[in-house]
């Protein structure tokens, strides 16, 4: 598992604080604040500045004769990286200093083979990249 480099973190809004203890925990909810980038509009084709986030990342290919669905090392990515990003979300609100909740985003995959020619039926050659964001970063 590898870390990306830092980023310029993207502003949010913020959310509504709830108390816990002597902290007061901020809660926000990503989906919401990252729409735009995850649900775009189905009706118009539009261009956005994506800004750069952070991910705890796992790199990986898939075993031969596997798909994604029966892949133990992709599997076992996703288990591992779920880990990762409960654990974050869990260290974030649990904090003394800025505690935040969040709900935890869906993980996301970049495939490709080295040849640049993605061929669906010879998943032997896939690569892959499993992403989990990062939310703590933003805070």
Do not use: C
């Amino acid at each position: 598992m590898v870390w990306d480099r830092p980023h310029k973190l993207l502003p949010l809004r913020g959310g509504s604080p709830e108390e816990k203890g002597d902290a007061v925990v901020t809660k926000i909810d990503l989906k919401k604040e990252l729409k735009r980038f995850y649900a775009p509009s189905a009706a118009a084709i539009a261009v956005v500045n994506v800004p750069e986030f952070n991910f705890a990342m796992i790199d990986g290919y898939m075993e031969p004769s596997e798909r994604p669905a029966t892949s133990v090392a992709f599997q076992n990515a996703i288990a591992a990286l779920s880990g990762v990003s409960f654990s974050l979300k869990s260290i974030s609100k649990q904090r003394a200093r800025n505690p935040v909740d969040y709900a935890v985003m869906a993980l996301e995959a970049l495939w490709w083979v080295d040849s640049g020619n993605f061929d669906f039926q010879a998943s032997a050659r896939w690569r892959w990249t499993l992403n989990g964001h990062a939310a703590e970063a933003h805070h």
